[in-house]
């Protein structure tokens, strides 16, 4: 049965040490509103206002299928046989992992100290050696059995963002020389080798659930990797996952074992699901995912040109759903994909091109070439409700390489995340040596619709895109937007900022950076596309 | 006691058992253990002139390899004339053994620490070269903390004297047991070990428990190569040529860190 201890240390009061001498405290434990009786103690409140309780009281929770558990602590002051004040309560909502740690808490009157403790799970903070190996010596003898080292901390780490950025590599911990060197992965920097592994991209936010039939675009399983371990000596064997719903009845399924410094999973049931990976049965890391369907969002594309070969843009039909199927790697973190759509009617003169999905159209030379971003008709030619359009271009009046001009807003404001490892890893993390994770808010694009017609969201690309894998960035960050996400920047500043700055280059929706270092979407960029109508939709 | 090296052991260790007699040493034996056992004096089983190789070769018979083997004579009986209607205490000797622990941390001198942070990437797995090791490290003892031993459930306390030392009186047939340092508190040590498991300080499996116990972990001291790393480690911190093999100068400063 997985215990957590909760453990009461220390009392501190706030107060002035005139108004409390000789009173006497009492307090109240009650954990997820249960009152825990045998804790209602009386102590003589020093006049040093800080007082340790000894023993300390103790209390073991079971976790066991359990996201989080709500400990708090009532306090009273008494006074003689009649005179009893409240002087408030503090809770604490700890939350999965259940890491080991030592808490602080106050409210204006007085603060406490609780440890968590894990129990029967082994020894997280030491470097797991073997047992030691001691001689026995008789009463007069000289044998001495010497043992000593720095403390090594075991730290593994599961980042969400590949490749790790630098500033977020550890260590700065200093190790005994021969300890070996810290293994550290890389894998997950895509550059365009189709057909590979649709889900070339590990450690996503969203894993997603997927039919057999799908399985031919949209890959079978998600790839979850250790970034980082120490000590080396760690033995892979013995690094073992498992798994909790911390939402919903969530689900995946470990494809090919539960063991190693990477895994394969698969979703089975729709909600989020707590990846936790155990050393020698010691809590090392742990790992947030969600869990639903994919979603298939179709796409047209209409590659527009103004007659003349100057005027047509050079991408082929083939090349187009070659840079479709490179945002869809980027995508399909989110947990979701385009596919062509298979729908041949056409309006605004369009031409089927023999390529599902994809038509030209011949438009007057100033929205092909030069197009005003703002008010750019391209995107709405040969368009259909829902179906999000692509109007390939030679140029835009700014020089850009793509632009959204169409799609209504997200159904909130903001999204907003508080769990361990927080979204994307933004300090404090919640993983050792980090403190817990604080609460993240993203801000989104406004609700307000800004479709020219209902159900319209669309966007051009333009000849600006040096490479396949420019186009496919190119298509799935202005796709982001469309979603609702807005650029995730080095520093705030400028009216499109989503109010988070990391990771700064390594996040597919940052502003400028190239689709070689940008292509990674965190946990609450995969919330928030899910509050789009385009998604809900489909 | 470890299983012998199965890679490519170092020329210069002695993996081979020694001795003649009935008795095969088995993991957690010593000679204390053993002649607890089948009733003797520990010095009486170790002097005894079948064992003289034996004795040749370890040097102390409360470090010895699997494999080896102890002449275990016939008990003899012994009279002792005492006076009637008295009542007499008769001692056995060599009950119980005694354990020596201690405890010490290994830090790196703070004006050699560095912070700076390398990588070697081979395209799909980075390896951090983290800073280089400090050039020099202190041991300093444990000193003056409570502990409590457990062993062959017995539970025994008390305090690190100045060198960092934990004395107790054990079984001599004990065979495992668990010392923690300074429990609750921040310098806090479990430590997990095997009694009578210490091999010969000239084997390899002796060589890497050593290693071991000084905090320098070879990954797999199975292994030849990953055992080097640790010697490595141990010859850096020590200041003589490192070189990755056990010779007698790295295998003296050993014996001499450990104390055994």
């Known amino acids: 049965m997985p215990l957590v201890d909760v453990v009461l240390t220390e009392f501190n009061s706030l107060l002035p040490a005139a108004s409390i001498v000789g009173d006497t405290i009492c307090y109240t434990l009650t954990i997820d509103g249960e009152a825990v009786p045998q804790v209602e103690l009386d102590i003589v409140v020093p006049d040093n206002r800080r007082f340790v309780l000894s023993p300390p009281v103790q209390r073991s929770v079971d976790v066991a299928g359990r996201s989080s558990f709500r400990v708090r602590v009532q306090v009273d002051?008494?006074?003689?046989?009649?005179?009893?004040?409240?002087?408030?309560?503090?809770?604490?909502?700890?939350?999965?992992?259940?890491?080991?740690?030592?808490?602080?808490?106050?409210?204006?009157?007085?603060?406490?100290?609780?440890?968590?403790?894990?129990?029967?799970?082994?020894?997280?903070?030491?470097?797991?050696?073997?047992?030691?190996?001691?001689?026995?010596?008789?009463?007069?003898?000289?044998?001495?059995?010497?043992?000593?080292?720095?403390?090594?901390?075991?730290?593994?780490?599961?980042?969400?963002?590949?490749?790790?950025?630098?500033?977020?590599?550890?260590p700065e911990q200093v190790y005994t020389p021969g300890s070996g060197r810290a293994r550290y992965w890389s894998m997950g920097v895509y550059d365009s080798d189709l057909p590979g592994d649709p889900r070339i991209i590990q450690n996503p936010p969203v894993v997603p659930i997927v039919s057999a039939a799908q399985r031919s675009f949209a890959g079978d399983a998600s790839t979850i990797r250790v970034t980082y371990m120490r000590?080396?000596?760690?033995?892979?064997?013995?690094?073992?996952?498992?798994?909790?719903?911390?939402?919903?009845?969530?689900?995946?399924?470990?494809?090919?074992?539960?063991?190693?410094?990477?895994?394969?999973?698969?979703?089975?049931?729709?909600?989020?699901?707590?990846?936790?990976?155990?050393?020698?049965?010691?809590?090392?890391?742990?790992?947030?995912?969600?869990?639903?369907?994919?979603?298939?969002?179709?796409?047209?594309?209409?590659?527009?040109?103004?007659?003349?070969?100057s005027t047509t843009p050079a991408s082929t039909p083939t090349e187009i759903l070659a840079h479709i199927n490179i945002a869809n790697r980027f995508l399909i973190q989110l947990g979701l994909i385009l596919q062509m759509d298979q729908d041949t009617s056409v309006t605004d003169n369009a031409v089927p091109t023999g390529t599902p999905g994809v038509f030209r159209l011949q438009l007057p030379a100033p929205e092909v070439v030069n197009a005003p971003s703002t008010t750019a008709s391209c995107t709405l030619k040969n368009s259909r409700p829902f179906v999000f359009n692509f109007a390939y271009i030679i140029n835009d009046a700014d020089s850009n390489l793509g632009y959204t001009t169409d799609w209504e807003g997200p159904s909130a404001t903001q999204v907003e995340d508080s769990g361990t490892p927080s979204s994307s890893f933004i300090a404090p993390s919640g993983i050792p040596p980090h403190e817990a994770a604080r609460t993240n808010i993203m801000r989104l694009f406004t609700p307000a619709t800004q479709q020219r017609r209902p159900g319209l969201f669309a966007m051009y690309v333009t000849q600006n895109n040096a490479t396949a894998m420019d186009f496919g960035g190119t298509i799935a960050h202005e796709f982001g937007h469309a979603l609702g996400l807005r650029h995730r920047v080095n520093a705030h500043g400028g009216g499109s900022d989503d109010r988070l700055m990391y990771p700064p280059r390594e996040n597919l929706m940052h502003g400028n950076a190239t689709t070689y270092e940008a292509q990674d979407f965190d946990l609450l960029q995969a919330r928030a596309v899910a509050l789009s109508p385009l998604f809900s939709h489909h | 006691m470890s299983e012998p090296p199965t890679s490519s052991s170092d020329p210069l260790l002695k993996d081979d058992p020694v001795g003649t007699g009935s008795y095969e040493v088995a993991s957690g034996d010593c000679i204390s253990s053993i002649a607890y056992e089948h009733g003797f004096f520990w010095k009486t089983l170790w002097e005894h002139p079948n064992n003289e190789a034996l004795r040749t070769a370890r040097g102390d018979g409360h470090i010895l390899l699997p494999g080896d083997r102890v002449t275990v004579p016939p008990l003899v009986p012994r009279t002792e004339d005492c006076q009637t209607a008295r009542r007499h205490r008769f001692k056995r000797e060599g009950v119980p053994a005694k354990l020596r622990i201690c405890v010490t941390v290994l830090r790196p001198s703070p004006e050699t620490v560095s912070t700076d942070v390398q990588t070697q990437n081979n395209g799909t797995e980075v390896t951090i070269r983290e800073p280089e090791a400090p050039t020099r490290w202190s041991r300093e003892p444990l000193a003056n903390k409570h502990w409590v031993l457990a062993v062959g459930g017995e539970l025994t306390t008390g305090t690190t004297d100045d060198h960092g030392l934990v004395e107790a009186w054990i079984s001599p047939g004990a065979r495992s047991g668990r010392l923690t340092v300074d429990p609750g508190g921040g310098a806090e040590r479990v430590m997990v070990f095997d009694l009578g498991a210490l091999d010969p300080e000239d084997s390899s499996t002796g060589v890497a428990q050593r290693l071991r116990n000084l905090g320098f972990d070879a990954a797999d001291p199975t292994n030849q190569a990953s055992l080097a790393t640790a010697l490595e480690g141990f010859q850096h911190v020590k200041g003589i040529e490192k070189n990755g093999r056990a010779d007698s100068r790295t295998r003296d400063a050993l014996k001499e860190t450990h104390g055994a």
């Open chain 1, 231 to 309: 000590p080396r000596t760690l033995l892979p064997a013995d690094l073992v996952w498992s798994q909790r719903s911390l939402a919903g009845n969530a689900r995946v399924e470990f494809v090919g074992g539960n063991t190693g410094p990477h895994v394969r999973v698969r979703g089975v049931a729709t909600g989020e699901v707590g990846l936790e990976l155990r050393y020698r049965g010691a809590m090392v890391a742990p790992y947030r995912l969600l869990v639903r369907p994919l979603k298939v969002i179709p796409c047209r594309v209409q590659l527009c040109h103004a007659g003349t070969p």
């Open chain 1, 77 to 170: 002051l008494v006074h003689g046989l009649t005179s009893r004040r409240s002087i408030g309560w503090i809770e604490r909502v700890i939350q999965w992992p259940f890491f080991e740690g030592e808490y602080r808490d106050a409210n204006s009157n007085w603060g406490v100290t609780w440890l968590i403790d894990r129990l029967g799970e082994g020894i997280r903070e030491d470097d797991p050696t073997d047992r030691l190996a001691f001689a026995r010596d008789s009463a007069e003898g000289t044998i001495l059995n010497t043992v000593g080292a720095p403390p090594a901390p075991m730290r593994v780490e599961i980042h969400p963002v590949l490749p790790v950025p630098a500033l977020q590599q550890p």
